[in-house]
């Protein structure tokens, strides 16, 4: 079945970047994506990208995608205090619908 | 379009007693998957359901639980009695098709066994 890892800490200061790492082993997936969790809430998708794609940006989120490494990142540009969560990447397992997550990065910006 | 919804939000129950949480879709999905997440942990799928039907239990303990997804009311995870272990963060996800990409996540259920 399908792993994915992550790095599980991240620290930055305010206005900076933030890249967040993630490996996966399932070449097969369709899609990635990723998750960001807030202290006490449920799952908010972020963005996820098309396994045929390079890159996808969409305003302050940049996203990633090396196949052959089969490595995703989620790059956060100008980190604001208020994206400070936890981020999850998600990939299908083996082609099928239910999502396989890595254990999370808990992003702590510093003003 | 109200989003996916869980109840309860937090749900306390003592060894040996009976938890269920319940997740209602959002409007015209038929197609729900319960997840569970451990402290400090990823979210691991648990069950996929459709109306009436289970089509995926693979991640799902062999006793103690049970899921349904009727064909009228919500969604229903059930835990029969409770061990310490079970306590954690169950969430439930909802979406139109069969398709990954439009999975939308609900608050989550945190239970506390004591």
């Known amino acids: 079945g399908e792993d994915v890892e992550q790095s599980l800490f991240l620290s930055v200061r305010e206005g900076d970047s933030s890249v967040i790492n993630c490996t996966y082993t399932?070449?097969?997936?369709?899609?990635l994506y990723w998750y960001k969790q807030e202290p006490g809430a449920g799952l908010q998708l972020l963005t996820y990208?098309?396994?045929?794609?390079d890159m996808k940006q969409d305003q302050r989120l940049t996203v990633l995608l090396n196949k052959k490494d089969k490595h995703l990142s989620l790059r956060i540009a100008d980190t604001q205090t208020g994206d400070s969560a936890i981020y999850f990447c998600?990939?299908?397992?083996?082609?099928?619908?239910?999502?396989?997550f890595g254990k999370g990065t808990r992003l702590s910006v510093i003003a | 379009n109200a989003g996916v919804m869980q109840n309860p939000r937090h749900l306390v129950r003592r060894r040996g007693q009976e938890a269920r949480l319940r997740c209602s879709p959002m409007?015209?999905?038929?197609?729900v998957y319960w997840y569970r997440q451990l402290p400090e942990e990823g979210l691991k799928f648990m069950v996929y359901?459709?109306?009436?039907?289970?089509?995926?239990e693979s991640g799902m303990p062999k006793e103690r639980f049970s899921a349904e997804f009727p064909k009228e009311g919500p969604s229903i995870l059930r835990i029969q009695q409770v061990v310490r272990g079970d306590s954690a963060a169950y969430f439930c996800?909802?979406?139109?098709?069969?398709?990954?990409?439009?999975?939308?996540f609900g608050p989550g259920t945190r239970l506390t066994v004591t």
């Open positions: 359901l459709q109306k009436e039907n289970i089509i995926d």
């Open positions: 998600a990939v299908p397992n083996s082609g099928n619908t239910p999502l396989v």
């Open positions: 990208i098309f396994s045929n794609m």
């Open positions: 996800a909802s979406s139109p098709t069969a398709l990954s990409y439009e999975q939308y």
């Open positions: 399932d070449s097969s997936s369709t899609y």
């Open positions: 409007k015209g999905h038929s197609h």
